[in-house]
């Protein structure tokens, strides 16, 4: 039996950016196009089995090796410091991780700041290298009504565009770092399935403008 | 005892231990706890900082053993000489996913004090035949941590980032090298060096001939080739070359490696030399030695056992014990499994109902 390279997906509309580079690296699945619920797809011939998770799960299927590689934000590799390869940048689903408060509001030093977030740990490593003390309140989401109804003094989220900061009167008032997808492979897979990945590597790597 | 009752990982561990022991590698013993101030002055030496204490009788404040090394090394006095010992031991560390404590058995060896090529070529030879008990599919990954600090060295990088830089290798980031290099002003020839490296991996022949177009007649690459090529004809075939192997650079140097096996996800083995360690532990020895997580091998257990047991036999209450016992075991003698009870059991799955009837057993 053909050995099959399982691939985790992202599910939504980065996913589907990720599956068209795939495509084109010449490892296309038809069958993932079919309007269904199903979540695995196969493609026996050139040995990659696709399957859709959710978003910030990529990662923990890849580390622990039910996906060889996959397709993680930054945000969540940072956020969960999962034990993987991060082997290219894809260059897409690209935004930043930062530091938003409302338009007037003013660090006082003397206080404990009140971050609220979804990115706990990314929080926290960004205030220690900082030396300032915080209050950390962990959101699972809508974290833009924090400051607005004074649950928070910051936020720190990710920001595409901005667009719905300024909508909610708040404005970037630090980058943390910058956010893009990254293609991960899980350490073991890398070692016994090394040629088909460092192939799906540089030909991604080929669509990404870097140099193979 | 058939050899589905010994369960994988138990036999891998008997087998190592005739292994290390061929090697002349002597059993070492320890207690389960230590003086917890053992641990915080080395708490960064440590895959988990987290550590179970609890105070003794006479108020030292003691901890449950999350490492086995630091034990061994802190009870070597004879300095110079060469100690060569293996352990079969437990530790508490917290595991990553369930940030709760668990328990983890390991088997390990060191070998500490006048360290030379041959030693490190025995360890590595060790760690390859150990691998090779666990599982016909693996890989050792060894990398050498002299070259890469060597080049990180020749720069003025602060710790911070050079643990950073550390870091991404160990995560074959290339990308965030780049723009790690470019944030801390790295020259563009050893940024260049840094990324070409962090990217290199495979069969020895492929590395060191990539190695001596980027690093031609560096020293540490010659001693690392002279090693590897030492090695004997088996473990030749397990060795890989990966610079993403790397450790602490406060602790680490030298050789450093990783063994993996086909279908189990992270590193079953894991070691190296740690000089540095010795001698912030006021140690003037050398050492190298490597551990195996044998918790890690339960998931090897390729038949999963789709029966209890063999046979149920039901007995009556009042029967003739002396000639159900007899029954009983006239069918354990050739190994197969008996469950005697009185009535059918719901949650045992069995392949054979039997009966005693009060002379001999029937199947029913």
Redesign the interface.
Known sequence: MKQMLNVALPKGRLGEKVYAMFEKAGFECPSIKENNRKLIFENEEKGVRYFWVKPSDVAIYVERGAADIGVAGKDILLEYEPDVYELLDLDIGKCRMAVAAPKDFRDDSQRTLKVATKFSNIAQNYYNSCGRDIDMIHLNGSIEIAPILGLSDVIVDIVETGTTLKENNLEVKETIVPISARLIANKTSFRFKSELIEKIKNELASQTGEIK | MTELTIRKEEQVVFALRSLYEMFGYRPYKMTKFEEYDLYVRYKDFLISENVITFNDTNGRLMALKPDVTLSIIKNKTDEGSLKKVYYNENVYRVS?GTNSFKEIMQVGLECIGDVDSYCLCEVLNLACKSLTYISD?S?L?VSNFDIILNLLESENIEADVRSRILDLIS???V??LIAICKENDVSEKTAGLINAIASL?GKPEFVFEKLDELLPGDENVESFRKIINSLDDEAQKLV?IDF?TVGDSRYYNGIAFKG????????VLSGGQYDKLMNRMKQNDKAVGFAIYLDMLERLNETVNEYDVDVVMLYERDCNIKKLNREIEKITYNGTKVMALTSIPNEIKYRKLMKFDGEEAKEV
Do not use: A, P
């Not at chain 2, 993996?260 to 590193?267: A, L, M, R």
């Open positions: 990553k599919r890989v990954s995560k074959k980031s990308h965030d991996y890989e993403s993996f096996v086909d279908g189990i996800s992270g590193s």
